[in-house]
């Protein structure tokens, strides 16, 4: 079983692991992995967002590996994973398939989560045969697989080249962020979460962002400014649920609106009031209730009836 961190960092820090895995893509870069929960419950993966790690996630572990194995990793350049010289959706996709194959037995199936830039991964891999091989179900939270930059809603102005351009110059930036500061949590706040977000929520992802080395964060903010996914989009052909938040500014609902029409097989699209963009930690409850629901139908509730008929 998963274990919380020290009393005074337990607000922030994710559980401890069970198990800590290597798992070496496909250009050589080692990804660091964690194993939460029992070895034979079924299985969760969870892909975290630009400029985010495993920390991230850490209400959705706590909360499932009780009864889920539940697989986290840190993206290339991101938490324990160090920097790669490649950074673009194949390598996302190379990553991806390269933890599941690490982490999964052959043909085992597992329900993946992805935020953001994880839920791009998952579009990026959806036609990959190591993805098709152990995915169940996908849970997409506040993502999207194309124009992110154009219809960001971060600079309050009309929609346009103009802010289209500001945009791209905030997200590309080179501008070190510095220790979090009443200041940064307020710009955090503004560009990334709902106006109501709790303000230990706020100090945890700005906690989480300050911490992504600066080159990582710029690197990636260009792969997703030229982000081309909507045909992968019809490859994802396993169930999905869609998630995402009202008050969102970096991807705003027209994106979950349009990968909902676009998924092959949507089973639910969920629209939450007055969440932003972080919606794992804004609304973990709810994230943490949709990945038990997919764990349920798809993983839980099949192996059940096989069972079932066997005994008869």
Known sequence: MSRIGSARDAVYAPPVADREVTAFSADGTPLHVEVHGPADAPAVVLAHGWTCSTAFWAAQIRALAGECRVIAYDQRGHGRTPAAEVCSTGALADDLEAVLGATLAPGERAVLAGHSMGGMTLMA???????????????????GSSRLVAEARVVPIRAGRARTGITRRILGSGAPLGPVTPLAKKILRYATMGPGAAPDRV?????????????????????????????????????????????????????????AGALPDCRSFDMLTGVGHMTPVEAPEFITEKIHELVRTHLVAPAAVDAEESAV
């Open 203 to 259: 100090e945890a992802c700005a906690r989480i962002v300050h911490a992504c080395p600066r080159r990582v964060r710029q690197d990636w903010s260009r792969v997703l400014a030229e982000l081309e996914l909507d045909a992968l989009v019809r490859e994802l052909r396993v169930p999905a649920a869609v998630v995402a938040g009202s008050a969102d500014r970096l991807t705003p609902p027209v994106h979950a609106r349009r990968l």
């Open 125 to 143: 891999a959806a036609a990959r045969p190591g993805f098709r091989a152990h995915a169940a179900a996908v849970l997409l939270c506040s993502t």
